[in-house]
């Protein structure tokens, strides 16, 4: 289960970062709304990234 969440997680990062890196040419609203979400994204991503790996650590130190 661990290495899905993983695997999800990095799915969302690179999507942000994909969305992040999107421009329409003059489209100033759409931009600002793509770079919002795909900056939302990769947080997403990382924090549950982050958490998959500190829940995996504190395990195997039981």
Known sequence: MKYIKVFISIILIFFGSTLLNITIHN????????????????????????????????????
Not at 31 to 41: A, C, T, Y
Request: charged share 30%; glycine share 12%.
């Open 27 to 62: 489209e100033l609203m759409d931009n600002i709304i793509i770079k919002i979400l795909g900056g939302l994204m990769a947080i997403v991503g990382v924090v549950s990234i982050r958490r998959a790996i500190k829940k995996g650590k504190l395990k195997n130190v039981e």
